[in-house]
């Protein structure tokens, strides 16, 4: 059965198609009815707005000045289903994540047990797993919205619930983030390039807990002999890398963004300001804020038992950003390209415990820079 493209339509689709879809050969555009295709022709009649990507796409702004070379490449599809059986965060029906703010403006820190501190070490073991499947099947010519069902169902099989689907209705399953995106893109129809670098942002609901990480990834071997892109991303590697370095017990979270801002301007690239580190449990995003930049005015300092994430996005460029009209995807403002690596980590009593730290078999890792 083919579904109506009518806007908020759940009718079986008839034989009726948008006659200017048939002249551009975009497929699959059917309705239940003339009536259905008039009401939605306002919503509908964007689809004809053809991009640069693959036959039967398009672009959804058309209007829109695109800081750099990525534009959106539409259709995305519908929202990806999670059967019954799997436990689902309060967001995952409403889109709205009441637990979250009912301490929005909390600036308690939550210390975890020995049972929550299990339940994390579990959820971010799935979660690494699920990374490490997605980035495996990275390649030139893959889309980022194939790489979304990789990982949706991946999650599924680990009896998860990916953490980012209905998020403030954010529409997919996974973050990816593509070359100039510093971080929230929403995966589409664009094929991947050689050349291209591409952060992957899983994260997994399980049993009550979340579980946060992300990457960065050079896709196919352009990316690697690339000496800007190999700087921005092998600076955004090390400045995660210098900060997990200091946390214990102690420790104020306005600190880290003095070593991180330091490493990140030796290396002539910037560190993004407006999105920040965060506490995580049972909660997706908590307190504390962790911001990535220096003379920040973050609160708090680290305490056994409290698991929050580092993940610093460093731009080639300037710092400051600009969201799409998708009103997720964030790219940089000159369309200089961006990196971000994310770890959710455990502060014990002498330090911390990357709780989703890479595999000795994990995917990317590491490449020399170019002199």
């Not at 919503?43 to 534009?71: C, E, S």
């Not at 460029?317 to 998708?326: E, I, K, L, Q």
């Amino acid at each position: 059965m083919t579904a109506c493209k009518g806007f908020n339509c759940e009718k079986a689709a008839g034989t009726l198609q948008c006659p200017s879809c048939l002249k551009l050969g975009i497929a699959g555009s059917f309705f239940c009815s003339q009536d259905c295709f008039k009401k939605s022709w306002g919503t509908h009649k964007i689809i004809h707005n053809v991009g640069n990507g693959p036959a039967g796409t398009y672009d959804p702004f058309p209007n829109f000045q695109y800081k750099g070379d990525l534009k959106a490449c539409y259709p995305i599809g519908k929202m990806d289903k999670v059967p019954e059986g799997i436990q689902k965060p309060d967001y995952a029906d409403t889109s709205i994540p009441r637990s979250e703010q009912l301490v929005a403006r909390s600036t308690k820190m939550k210390t975890l047990d020995e049972k929550e501190i299990e339940g994390m070490r579990t959820v971010c073991r799935l979660g690494r797993e699920v990374l490490d499947i997605a980035a495996a099947a990275l390649r030139p010519g893959i889309t980022t919205d194939e790489i979304n069902t990789i990982v949706h169902n991946a999650c599924l099989e680990r009896n998860s619930y990916p953490s980012p689907l209905n998020y403030y209705e954010f529409p997919k399953s996974v973050c990816t983030s593509v070359n100039e995106i510093i971080c929230h893109g929403i995966p589409d129809k664009r094929p991947l390039k050689d050349g291209d670098i591409v952060n992957l942002d899983v994260t997994l609901y399980h049993n009550g807990f979340h579980g946060d990480l992300n990457e960065t990834y050079y896709v196919g071997d352009k990316a690697k002999a690339d000496k800007e892109s190999v700087n921005i991303v092998e600076t955004a590697r090390e400045c995660l890398e210098k900060a997990l370095a200091l946390v214990k017990p102690g420790m104020p979270f306005r600190d880290y963004g003095i070593t991180i801002e330091a490493h990140a301007k030796a290396n002539n690239c910037s560190v993004v300001r407006t999105y920040c580190g965060h506490g995580i449990n049972q909660l997706f995003h908590c307190a504390p804020n962790i911001p990535h930049y220096a003379k920040n005015k973050a609160i708090g300092v680290a305490k056994p038992g409290m698991c929050f994430t580092i993940e610093p996005m460093i731009s080639g460029g300037d710092w400051r950003d600009v969201t799409w009209p998708d009103n997720w995807t964030s790219s940089t403002i000159d369309g200089k390209r961006s990196a971000q690596f994310e770890h959710t980590i455990l502060v014990t009593e002498t330090g911390c415990e990357i709780l989703t730290a890479r595999k000795a078999d994990s995917p990317g890792g590491p490449v020399k820079r170019i002199d």
